[in-house]
């Protein structure tokens, strides 16, 4: 279960603009027995002198070996504009096997239940996503907004 997050900075102090997503996604993760071993929800600022790039938020949850039960971990990352990707890794969380889109989850804020889907067939069986997901969390509107007003303040 993740902790309340600290004020982010002074430049953004309610945590990261997309915290409720990650909490949602977690207890999702949660509910199903199969909790990350690392959550990672931030924010990669563009150098200050890249004027025509955004800033860009994003997630990434990891499951090394010892939580997958399989030849290697799994590894789920987000960002607010492609949506979802996913890695097979190897016995090193560093080893890329494998990574490519999760093509089923069609939304960029898709369903925590759905992510927590596809991360189940990851974890427990190394299975690569696959159906058809078209949900968006009933939450996804105030989570752009959150993160639209970051973009206005730090101008990108």
């Known amino acids: 279960m993740l902790l309340d997050p600290p004020g982010w900075n002074r430049?953004?102090?309610h945590g990261v603009p997309h915290w409720p997503y990650a909490s949602a996604l977690d207890q999702a993760l949660t509910d199903r027995?199969?909790?990350?071993?690392i959550v990672r929800a931030d924010v990669a600022l563009r150098p200050h002198y890249e004027k025509d790039r955004r800033d860009t938020i994003y997630m990434i949850l990891t499951w090394d070996v010892s939580r997958t039960g399989a030849r290697g971990g799994a590894?789920?990352?987000?960002?607010d504009e492609t949506g979802w990707s996913y890695a097979q890794l190897g016995t090193d969380t560093h080893e890329v096997l494998f990574e490519a889109t999760v093509d089923p989850l069609r939304r960029v804020f898709a369903a925590p239940g759905d992510v927590a889907g596809i991360a189940e067939g990851l974890v427990r069986n190394w299975r690569t996503p696959e159906?058809?997901?078209?949900?968006?969390w009933e939450r996804a509107s105030e989570?752009?907004?959150s993160i639209e007003a970051f973009h206005q303040l730090r101008g990108s």
């Open 131 to 136: 159906g058809e997901y078209g949900a968006e």
């Open 11 to 13: 430049l953004w102090p």
């Open 75 to 79: 590894r789920l990352s987000w960002d």
């Open 33 to 37: 027995g199969i909790p990350p071993g």
């Open 143 to 145: 989570v752009r907004k």
